[in-house]
């Protein structure tokens, strides 16, 4: 096995843990490479060694928070240290999926492709992204420049942006594609 392979070990089921090193172990990438015994203890080459609970909460004190900002405004990382902060979450396409989704754990630990895992989850229409997302933004641009950028009259676009009216189809994208366009950043142009 090449250093940087996927290798997960399972073994049948043993609730007693003195008896765990005892057990033959299986990868579940490479089927027929083992069985395998694990160890603890550092320094028994062919023996994979597997974290104590020792371990485990050494790396706790020293694992990156995912979800903060380093007082520099970057990413943290294990040696960050100071006041954290929020990254910024900036929400886009939004997909709604139920709860019957599975096998995530096998998608988290790579042995699943996304593709794969596609076909097992439910999706549903999000029909309030108009209202959520892009209305909000046209709105703040006004009736006026709006209705000129998307060829639309003032009247039809003062109802549309007061949700009084939907907009026809050809419309509605057009009025997206101008929302995602000022989202993204300063306005540049026409549509």
Known sequence: MAPGEPFRLVAPWQPDPRRWSRLGF?????????????????GRPGV?????YGDMAARYATHPES???????EPCTRQT???????PVAAGRIVLIGKESNRLDERAAGELSAEDLDGRLL????DDEWRRIHLPVLQEMGTARVAALVGLSERRTRDILKG???PHRR?????ERLAARIGDG????AA
Do not use: N, S
């Open 26 to 42: 299986t990868d579940v990438h490479h089927p027929g490479a083992g069985p395998y015994r694990i160890t603890t203890a550092w």
């Open 171 to 175: 419309h509605r994208i057009a009025l």
């Open 81 to 87: 240290v100071g006041l954290l902060g929020r990254r």
């Open 48 to 52: 994979p060694r597997v974290p104590t």
């Open 123 to 126: 999706r549903y229409e999000d």
């Open 67 to 73: 979800k903060a900002l380093g007082p520099d405004g």
């Open 164 to 166: 009084r009216a939907m």
């Open 186 to 189: 300063p306005f540049q142009g």
